[in-house]
Nanobody, 121 residues
């Protein structure tokens, strides 16, 4: 399976973006899919995760209440909708697969390339 993250870009504070994580060469349906972000000089942070059963999604406190995660198995894609964006959300966002949702990044074994989100006025 290969993952392709997209949907990043520049947005003003308070704006919204929808990030997509599309899979090829296999199906995402069997996997948990997580979103991580890493800003320059900062550690990688787990942002959100959706299980293969599409239940109990995880959100980091930093994005909780402002984000939703969903999956469309027919399109083999997972989405991260981010609203009320803040400058501190500026980062490169990555998606990755794992057997189950976990905060441990090293348990995610397939990673897509990142997509840059820039929030500024």
């Amino acid at each position: 399976v290969q993952l392709q993250a997209s949907g990043g870009g520049w947005v003003q504070p308070g704006g919204s973006l929808r990030l997509s994580c599309a899979a090829s060469g296999g199906t995402l349906a069997a996997y948990a899919v997580g979103w991580f972000r890493q800003a320059p000089g900062k550690e990688r942070e787990g942002v959100s995760c959706i299980s293969n059963r599409n239940d109990n999604p995880y959100f980091a406190n930093s994005v909780k209440g402002r984000s939703t995660i969903s999956r469309d198995n027919a399109k083999n894609t997972v989405y991260l909708q981010m609203n009320s964006l803040k400058p501190e959300d500026t980062s490169v966002y990555y998606c990755a697969t794992a057997r189950t949702c976990t905060a441990v990044a090293k348990l995610f074994d397939i990673w897509g390339q990142g997509t840059l989100v820039t929030v500024s006025s």
